[in-house]
């Protein structure tokens, strides 16, 4: 029996952000919004029990002529590279979506909807097979956050907001540009037959650069980092959970699903420029962030020097690069998200991000300090938590292909460690010196703030030391990418 599940995961949130808006009552439409994100969640975990393990292709594909006159087609499907990126945008939004529940305030109707239709949009960049119509949700993402940031947010919110718009609308107009172009040489717009189509050189080279560049600046990759910082500082803490957790993933994974499979001569030649800038990110990042003063800024940079590792490991173009890329997208979406959602705990605590303004709160919460050490630890890659696993299968990958990018890419796991750490000191420990830290005026974790976290953290042990359980349906679709991907071409064509 056919069962649309794609369809349902993708445009389930949709529905729910109408309901959102019809129903009265701020609590009901909390509880709409978290109930909804929950059972998309829970829907979505059928790609993985129904999963064959044995097919490296496309699986639960769904395709509908939608402008025939055009080669236009609703064309959906899910395999190794895509499928844990969907369960990330899921899992991690029902969490942002209960964060919110506790602190958001201010015209909840319009936010939740503007989530919930973000959500959507991010599982469709992950599912569509078609150009266009992945260009339609990679454009149709830049809304909701637009107005998340610009007045959920704070500070210079707006600023945020307008830089976010125009450095990733520029990028998308370039990649739109190759898109047309690639349609008048080849009169498709789909993946599956653009991989047969033997484009030109010239071709090639314009429209990976222009593809290139659209997903640099939504990585985003070295130069083209500096809308990050402001979009996290100003966004509302679930806003940066999202932002960092999934949005940034839509980058990696445009350029391993699209720029490299579809122009691989070019992506050959630009590689090594590639992975020169990913090098120079992860050591920036890591150094920059080591002297941040605002936690949350700090989070920010080491999402730079973070997916920095993710592009040097799709460089590296073999299966051990490649496959520790895909799994630390989904590392660092979960780390990164848990680190922003407890320094959005402790803000909504104390009101300050600024880490002088901390220091000994293992003495008043011990329970917070603890999960924040899990947390830092993981995103440092610690042995036997998840960063680890995917950060030493990128720097093998890339030893075997260029070992003086590994050498360097090791330094910024040393760098990670070190402003992870310094970070933690400066909070948890040490004297307490300002009262406002002290246990009469601080709370600790409460039981359904640790119910946002433990999730997160039960994964980071999971993936850290059971890693085949996700490689084992990773890895088919990185060695049938590599080999040109026939058995993707076969299982759409069925």
């Avoid at 097919?55 to 395709?63: D, N, P, T």
């Avoid at 029902?94 to 939740?112: D, K, Q, R």
């Amino acid at each position: 029996m056919y069962f649309p599940i794609l369809s349902i995961i993708t445009f389930l949130p949709v529905l729910g952000a109408i309901v959102v808006l019809l129903v009265p009552g701020d609590a009901t439409k909390k509880l709409i919004s978290f109930v909804w994100t929950l059972a998309t969640f829970l829907i979505s975990l059928g790609l993985w029990f129904y999963w064959d393990n044995t097919q490296a292709g496309m699986q639960f594909v769904e395709h509908v002529a939608w402008v025939p006159e055009f080669n236009l087609n609703y064309l959906m499907g899910v395999d190794g590279i895509s499928l844990f990126l969907v369960l990330l945008t899921t899992l991690l939004m029902p969490i942002a979506i209960y964060f919110s529940n506790l602190y958001v305030t201010e015209n909840i109707g319009g936010y939740m909807a503007l989530m919930l239709l973000l959500e959507s949009a991010m599982i469709g960049v992950f599912l569509a097979l078609d150009l266009v119509l992945f260009f339609v949700f990679f454009e149709f993402s830049l809304i909701p956050m637009y107005f998340l940031i610009g007045k959920w947010g704070s500070g210079r919110r707006v600023y945020a907001a307008v830089k976010f718009f125009i450095y990733t609308f520029v990028g998308s107009a370039a990649m739109l540009v190759a898109i047309l172009g690639v349609y008048f040489a080849t009169g498709t717009f789909s993946i599956v037959e653009l991989q047969n189509a033997n484009l030109t050189a010239g071709l090639q080279t314009w429209a990976f650069l222009a593809f290139a560049l659209a997903f640099a600046v939504k990585v985003p990759l070295f130069p083209f980092h500096t809308w990050l910082p402001d979009a996290h500082v100003n966004a509302p803490t679930a806003g940066s959970i999202i932002l960092a957790g999934v949005l940034l993933k839509m980058g990696t994974y445009g350029y391993l699903r699209f720029a490299v499979p579809l122009f691989p001569e070019a992506a050959a030649t630009f590689g090594p420029i590639i992975a020169t800038l990913a090098v120079i990110g992860i050591i920036y990042g890591a150094l920059v962030a080591l002297v941040q003063k605002d936690i949350k800024s700090l989070v920010a940079y080491s999402s730079v020097a973070h997916l920095g590792f993710v592009m040097l490991g799709i460089v590296a173009m073999n299966a051990q690069g490649i496959s520790g890329s895909v799994l630390q997208m989904v590392n660092h979406g979960l780390s990164t998200g848990a680190l922003f959602l407890m320094v959005g705990l402790l803000y909504e605590r104390r009101h300050t991000r600024m880490l002088e303004d901390f220091g000994g709160l293992w003495k008043s919460v011990p329970i917070f300090c603890g999960f924040f050490l899990v947390v830092a630890m993981s995103s440092a890659g610690l042995p036997g938590l998840n960063g680890f696993v995917g950060e030493f299968t990128i720097l093998l990958g890339m030893y075997y292909t260029q070992p003086i990018f590994a050498v360097i890419g090791a330094l910024g796991v040393i760098l990670a460690a070190w402003y992870l750490l310094t970070a933690f000191r400066k909070v948890a420990q040490g004297p307490i010196t300002n009262t406002a830290n002290d246990a009469e005026h601080l709370a600790d974790l409460r039981g359904n703030e640790i119910a946002m976290l433990l999730p997160l953290i039960i994964l980071f042990f999971i993936i850290g030391l059971f890693p085949n359980l996700f490689l084992d349906k990773i890895n088919p679709s990185v060695e049938a990418l590599l080999n040109n991907q026939p058995a993707i071409v076969a299982s759409v064509e069925q």
